[in-house]
């Protein structure tokens, strides 16, 4: 009886420990979060975080965004939010710079202020308005398109 006690203990927390995808991973889009069979559970935590630090930065954005507008009465465009992102080292400053995300420069309030590079291609974050989240290629032609 101890010894298929201890068996179960042994072998039942075993049983399902690895997820099973339930997509193929996208080609070519390495910012996925989704779960890829062979990679690691490691380099998939890294990815979602990742993701997560992007998202927050699109947030960032936003909200220094809104301040503007709110400061000054009008929506800011690409001068204006690098002038107000200046600041001691400031990372989404840099990966602006460096071409990781692309502001549009748009006065619409509603409208596409920024986008990761490539979401036009394979999808990517994007920040409308003040509302970042994740959108597909065709989306994010499609808010390049309007004015």
């Not at 039942?12 to 070519?28: E, H, I, Q, S, Y």
């Not at 490691?42 to 993701?51: F, I, W």
């Not at 998202?55 to 000054?72: P, V």
Request: hydrophobic share 40%; proline share 4%.
């Amino acid at each position: 009886m101890r010894i298929c006690l201890a068996l179960a203990i042994a072998v039942v927390p075993l049983a399902g420990c690895r997820p099973k995808p339930t997509d193929a991973a996208p080609t070519g889009d390495d910012r996925n979060t989704t779960f890829r069979e062979g990679d690691s559970y490691l380099k998939n935590s890294v990815r979602a975080a990742q993701r997560t630090a992007t998202l927050n930065d699109f947030h960032q954005i936003g909200i220094i965004a809104l301040q503007y507008e709110i400061a000054n009465g009008a929506w800011p465009g690409i001068d204006e939010l690098k002038a107000e992102l200046k600041g001691d080292g400031n990372a989404i400053l840099k990966k602006i710079e460096a071409g990781a995300i692309l502001l549009t420069g748009t006065k619409d309030a509603k409208g596409l202020v920024a986008y990761e590079v490539d979401a036009d291609k394979i999808g990517g974050m994007v920040l409308v308005g003040t509302n970042a989240r994740k959108a597909t290629a065709s989306e994010v032609t499609e808010l390049l398109s309007k004015p």
